[in-house]
DNA sequence: TACCGTTGTGTACAGTTGTTCACTTATGTG
DNA sequence: CACATAAGTGAACAACTGTACACAACGGTA
């Protein structure tokens, strides 16, 4: 006899899924997962893995889309809560550091497909990058935060800003999730390269003529 | 009978390391290497593994300590060849290109443990960069580049430099190492990056007050 | 030359891996 | 209700893994 769980249609993908990024939120490599690994952690047997995923690739790209979920719950809470320009940096910060410290396994799993050695997560979090900066061009132009730059030149300084956000991603996942300490220099650290850019790209150009 | 080659003292070792990098060069992540795979790689038999290194944890620190070795010839090379201050960043761009490109290998695997499994080996990177941005800060102020900074605005100028530029290594890592058209993209946009971030440094603080 | 520590080799073994197969059960549509 | 399909299960396999052990050849030193 063959005891089969009832589970809601759709719940062992998650299951899997959320498997996954638990190790990777103990510390382990997503590229050093198996299929074993994951079906373990997840509480079902091996086989039912390839009902949902093809192979752990397949499940990483999967896992990238849902990263993408998050990244623009992210940016909608940004775009609401940011309302006075002055503080626009400060607050900004605040609410990435925020949903990393929520989203813990997400972002360690982001930071790792940025170099990871499947070629098409990498792809993925790197286009959720390029999506990311280039709405927030569109936001400095409508808030008229930018009217000197050119396209170009604007796109340039949104792209900078994004990635030293990414990279101090290593940072805050490099220390406990509770040591406000360490966790409020990286917000100091991280708030005043935005505040560095943009000075730069207040005056930029406009020196050279 | 056992036919024991004849190597000099530590070549078994260098082979060991050098194929872990073959293989993280060949797009593997190092975290999901094993220790036969890399034996099989160096053409030596697994047991040898264990005269050298404990584990594969063991091997990661030993290729971080290289790493800083090319890290070291890198800034070496920059520090010769930067004449003229107003070329500094295109050379310096170019000449951190050029060494990725003829490194490629150790590279990936700076850019894969900056987010790894090992936390000695992510501190280990951490800190080559620290040192990394420390000496350039020390040029500057050599170079009386940056005379109207605080110590630790300065500091925090270069943290950022070396961050763009260390980002950009996923970028450079990620196009082949022969697509002269999009590396020359890397490199203008890289340098950019660089101008932008001493255009924000030279008006840093002087609008504020 | 005799000796010893280092390094390389072959064999062995238990544990884990990815994947296939034949099966049972649940679910939703006609 | 019947039935096709999706989603779960357990057993099995060959291949591979890390690690241990005993042994052999080398290099240097006394």
Chains 1, 2 share one sequence.
Not at 39 to 66: C, I, K, W
Not at 123 to 151: C, K, T, V
Not at 180 to 204: C, E, K, P, S
Request: glycine share 8%; hydrophobic share 40%; with cysteine.
């Amino acid at each position: 006899m063959v005891e089969k769980q009832r589970r809601k249609p759709g719940e062992t993908r998650e299951k899997l899924m959320s498997a996954a990024l638990t190790l990777v939120g103990k510390g382990r490599h997503f590229a050093s997962l198996g299929i074993r690994e994951v079906t373990r952690q997840a509480g079902v047997v091996p086989t039912s893995f390839y009902r949902h995923f093809r192979n752990m690739d397949d499940l990483g790209l999967q896992l990238v889309d849902e990263l993408g979920l998050v990244l623009r719950r992210m940016m909608r809470e940004a775009r609401n809560n940011v309302l006075q320009a002055d503080k626009l940096m400060e607050e900004s910060v605040g609410i990435f550091i925020s949903h990393v410290q929520a989203n813990r396994s997400f972002f360690f799993f982001m930071a790792q497909g940025l170099a990871g050695e499947s070629r098409a997560v990498q792809e993925g979090i790197r286009s959720e990058m390029r999506f990311f900066a280039s709405e927030l061009a569109n936001d400095l132009r409508r808030l008229r935060l930018a009217e000197h730059l050119s396209d170009g030149d604007l796109d340039m300084t949104c792209d900078l800003v994004v990635r030293s956000v990414a990279f101090s991603l290593t940072d805050l996942l490099g220390v406990a999730p509770d040591d406000d300490y360490q966790i409020d220099q990286i917000r100091r650290r991280t708030t005043r390269f935005l505040q560095l850019i943009f000075v730069g790209a207040a005056h930029w150009k406009s020196e050279g003529t």
